[in-house]
């Protein structure tokens, strides 16, 4: 687990939240690439996922940290986040850490994969992650302009719509390992045999 990790499992645990930043993303950089991993690495790993899919909590949870340790944190591969929200709090949980600061987005998605029973099954989901967006530093009133950001809707929106077309994305989590489809959270030991294989082709 890294620093990082580690820093916002605090925040969530003692109810900390970082000081409030002034105002929200814009729309341009609230749909920029979000990515875990060095922008040279020779192998991208695309994922799609919702913040309200269990199976993407569990992958989050078990199978990325040995990915991150194999291949992420060693220059071999980038993992690219992509957002294809399934129901609408996982819509408002997506936009909700697209506002947020960039170095602040990779903490929230592991707080809304960690915390995700509470939220999905609140009776006021939004309540729900106007208290995790704290932990990114955002206000009340910052989620609701962010919810209430038509363009960032539409952005998200598009990028269901363009993974669909490109990939047959229809469910969550799906990967994307150069062109190699991986559906559903599947064991490392199927990355593994991905990434490998891409490596093998990217040595040619």
């Known amino acids: 687990m890294s620093r990082k990790i580690v820093f916002y499992?605090?925040?969530?645990?003692?109810?900390?939240?970082?000081?409030?930043?002034?105002?929200?993303?814009?729309?341009?950089?609230?749909?920029?690439?979000?990515?875990?991993?060095?922008?040279?690495?020779p192998v991208t790993i695309i994922e799609y996922a919702s913040l309200g899919c269990s199976h993407c909590a569990d992958f989050h949870k078990t199978t990325l940290p040995r990915i991150k340790a194999e291949y992420l944190d060693t220059g071999k591969a980038r993992l690219v986040f992509t957002d294809f929200p399934l129901g609408g709090a996982a819509v408002a949980a997506a936009m909700v850490a697209r506002c947020a600061p960039k170095s602040a987005y990779f903490g929230l998605i592991d707080t809304f994969f960690r915390e995700q029973e509470r939220w999905m099954r609140s009776r006021d989901p939004i309540k729900e992650i106007e208290?995790?967006?704290?932990?990114?530093?955002?206000?009340?009133?910052?989620?609701?302009?962010?919810?209430?950001?038509?363009?960032?809707?539409?952005?998200?929106?598009?990028?269901?719509?363009?993974?669909?077309?490109?990939y047959g994305v229809n469910s969550t989590p799906t990967f994307v390992i150069e062109g190699a489809v991986i559906v559903g959270a599947q064991p490392f030991e199927a990355f593994r045999d991905a990434i490998e294989a891409a490596l093998k082709k990217k040595a040619k």
């Open 131 to 166: 208290r995790i967006a704290r932990f990114g530093g955002l206000s009340e009133q910052d989620v609701r302009e962010c919810h209430d950001s038509q363009p960032l809707l539409t952005g998200l929106r598009e990028q269901v719509e363009l993974a669909s077309r490109q």
């Open 9 to 41: 499992w605090l925040l969530a645990m003692f109810g900390w939240a970082l000081p409030a930043v002034a105002g929200i993303a814009s729309t341009t950089d609230a749909l920029a690439e979000r990515a875990i991993g060095r922008p040279d690495a």
